[in-house]
């Protein structure tokens, strides 16, 4: 889905800046220079040096979920070059970089390696050929005649030249358009566990996170904000800050005041010193209770339909059992470890900002606008991201950066703290989704209605893909895979007043945790193993990937067999192109839900590095347990009423399950793997605490209130 494609209001974001430039030093030949190599650009992702050194660029950013490794392993599988001897360098903003499933440069929605699989393997492909090319052309022999083996081509008669000795020649050809793709048969790094490029890097402290870029006359900035989301500085009394140590400017930007200095601790310092008066806005009232109230009075609004077949009505009116449960879910933090910051640097003849953020064009665009310089004249660094989560795509903190260092004239880096982060953040929406079926004698569904009320996160970013009342992004795992004739499901777009951003997962954790609980509560109803229940829905050959992985995950698990004093729960779900099923094994402990082990059979069709997609899994169960099990945001008197881990708790190593992870070998399309295993922790360890204590949890996250009382 094109989520930018076509928007005018945001024609700003269709810019480019110069990529920075290489230093890639790979495998060295002998007779050539060890002065600073030369490099020549193939094309838009392989640059090799005169020394013979091979650059391949990375264009989606990179937060601990391996695209610094999988994007070059798609272009080194087709360039014959060995992935170990190369270098890898992050793009810069520039079209060519484009997100075909989003629209935009962006890194998100679990596309990565699905939007780049075919593009970044063409890619690899064409530089070869164009390699090649220029070594018949100086041999003065067909092309057939030549064949590559790891960074040089080679001749039939025993010639060779290496790709470094070809660059110039081979860029000045023209690019051919149909290249062929080697056969996933001859593939000697897709498909093979490469251990990832960026772990040297981060071990030995080299790789560089936005917060520790460092520029020549730097300074720090801290900011005010105000406590109420939305709120704006009125006035400021800055007397005292401005005399602290190291206190060079005090600024007045769009939201906040900003102290800046020579140091994070005298700007944190001055800033706590500062005397605002704040307009707090229309949030001042907001509160936990108001919005869960708010929720409910929009079930009696009228509700946008996403799919309707047959006629539930009709079916309702006469089925045998008619069964309805609500699941509401809360506002969530995205907690990224990296705090939010930027750096900026706007001077009188260009701009060039630097940090993490999953969105370099927007960060670009907005660069623009703030300081009124051409594209050519705004560069965009993208380093290492210390987590995003969702959290970077939104590019407040850096429009925050840019208005300060504009405002002082020099380069700054803006910090934010803990407490700034966790109240100030663009939150997941809470939700409020109600579920009603009718089961005939048998206790199967014949009819199902699901109406799905929260937030709407495109409506705020890109409102011109929200369209008669449906953003696509609130809809995911709304559709149950299950046969059922008659289904209705209905969309209402709910504004709790709460600033909202694109959480992992999105919408698939709100609505699979409705529709799998659900599930559940159908089978115990109909008096049928919860399993059995799903697998005699799942019909045809569409659900054949459904009814594999749902067949392998409880057979692993040992599905009905769990260990005395624990208990099993199920979850399925298609996300980003991904089939995943998950068994929680719990027990309750001292009152409060223990999870022990997780089992997940995941089928993401082809994948480039199973290493990763198993990391992948397991990084989710760790963020999705931290959902269900601890973490929520409350308002009260319209601020975050939590600041920092201390009351917005994620989970601990001794609290992490055992994850057993089972990959399903396929020949199909690549799926996502960053996001959907989060949305399966929910209902699979709801329904576990069902087995357990034969109370609904349809609240999260579980307390031992709940426990009790559910």
């Known amino acids: 889905m094109n989520t930018l494609k076509n928007s005018g209001r945001r024609d700003f ?12 030093v790979g ?46 392993m798609l272009v080194a599988e087709e360039l014959e070059v060995d992935l170990r001897r190369v270098k890898i360098e992050m793009a810069g903003a520039d079209p060519m970089y484009i997100n075909a499933l989003l629209g935009g440069q962006l890194t998100g929605g679990s596309t990565s390696v699905r939007d780049a699989f075919d593009g970044l393997r063409k890619a690899g492909a064409q530089a070869r050929m164009m390699l090649v090319s220029a070594a018949a052309a100086e041999w003065k022999i067909p092309e057939a005649d030549c064949r590559v083996d790891n960074g040089v081509v080679l001749s039939k008669g025993g010639k060779k030249l290496f790709y470094g000795q070809l660059a110039t020649k081979a860029a000045a050809l023209p690019v051919p358009k149909d290249v062929p793709l080697k056969d996933a048969k001859s593939w000697k790094i897709i498909g093979k566990p490469v251990k990832r490029l960026d772990t040297p890097a981060k071990v030995t402290g080299k790789a560089e996170y936005g917060i520790d870029v460092q520029l020549p006359g730097m300074l720090i900035a801290s900011l005010a904000q105000c406590p109420v989301l939305g709120g704006k500085p009125i006035s400021v009394d800055d007397a005292k800050a401005k005399a602290m140590p190291g206190v060079k400017a005090v600024v007045k930007i769009d939201d906040g005041v900003a102290v800046v200095a020579t140091s994070f601790w005298q700007a944190k310092s001055a800033r706590d010193a500062l005397n605002i008066t704040w307009d707090n806005g229309k949030g001042a009232t907001l509160s936990s209770t108001g919005i869960s109230q708010g929720l409910k009075d929009a079930l009696a609004k009228p509700a946008a339909s996403l799919k309707k077949t047959g006629d539930v009505d009709s079916a309702m009116a006469g089925a045998a059992k008619k069964i309805e449960a609500s699941y509401e879910l809360p506002f969530l933090a995205h907690a990224t470890m990296e705090p939010m910051n930027f750096t900026a640097d706007v001077r009188k003849d260009g701009c060039d900002i630097y940090g993490s953020t999953q969105f370099p064009q927007l960060a670009e665009g907005v660069a623009m606008q703030i300081t009124g310089f051409p594209k050519e ?6 380093t290492f991201l210390g987590g995003g989560f969702g959290r970077r795509i939104d590019v407040d903190f850096i429009v925050q950066a840019i208005q300060i260092s504009k405002a002082v004239g020099k380069p700054v880096k803006l910090i934010w703290t803990r407490e700034d982060d966790m109240t100030h953040d663009f939150y997941r929406p809470v939700s409020l989704n109600t579920l009603s079926a009718g089961l005939d004698a048998g206790g199967k569904p014949v009819a199902m209605k699901f109406r799905i009320t929260s937030p709407s996160v495109t409506s705020r970013l890109f409102g011109a893909f929200v369209k008669d009342g449906i953003d696509p992004f609130m809809a ?31 919408s698939h954790a709100l609505n699979c945790f409705a529709n799998e609980s659900f599930i559940d509560e159908l089978a115990t109803v109909a008096g049928k193993d919860p399993v059995a229940y799903r697998m005699a829905m799942l019909n045809g050959k569409e659900a054949e990937r459904f009814r594999n992985v749902l067949n392998i995950a409880t057979t ?34 001292k009152g409060a839900v223990r999870v022990h082990k997780i089992t997940c059979a995941v089928d993401c069709g082809t994948m480039v590095n199973p290493d990763i997609v198993k990391a992948q899994v397991e990084s989710s169960v760790a963020y999705g347990m931290s959902a269900v099990l601890l973490s929520k945001i409350t308002f009260k008197d319209g601020k975050v009423e939590q600041s920092n881990f201390h009351d917005y708790p994620v989970l601990r190593m001794n609290q992490m399950p055992v994850v057993e992870v089972h990959l399903v070998a396929s020949t199909e399309k690549p799926g996502g793997i960053g996001e959907p295993i989060v949305a399966t922790c929910g209902p699979s360890v709801a329904n576990a605490v069902f087995a357990a204590t034969g109370k609904r949890v349809r609240k999260l996250p579980i307390e031992a209130a709940d426990l009790k009382s559910a």
């Not at 974001?13 to 890639?24: E, I």
């Not at 059922?484 to 504004?495: F, G, Q, S, Y």
């Not at 769990?562 to 996300?575: D, T």
């Open 13 to 24: 974001l269709k810019t480019s800046a110069a990529l920075s430039g290489a230093l890639m």
């Open 27 to 72: 495998f060295h030949v002998p007779g050539f220079s060890k002065t600073e190599p030369t490099m020549t650009a193939i094309n838009g992702w392989v640059r090799v040096g005169n020394d013979n050194s091979v650059t391949i660029i990375c264009h989606r950013s990179e937060m601990g979920q391996g695209t610094y490794t999988s994007m070059p």
């Open 377 to 382: 004249k705004v560069k965009v660094h993208t």
């Open 476 to 506: 995911e795992a709304s559709v149950s895979p299950y046969d059922i004739p008659n289904t209705l499901v209905e969309l209402a777009i709910h504004d709790a007043g709460v600033r909202v951003g694109y959480w992992r997962s999105v």
């Open 556 to 589: 692993k698990a040992d599905w009905g067999q769990a260990p005395k004093g624990r208990f099993h729960g199920v979850a399925l779900m298609e996300g980003y192109g991904t089939y995943v099923a998950q068994v929680a094994e719990v027990s309750i402990e």
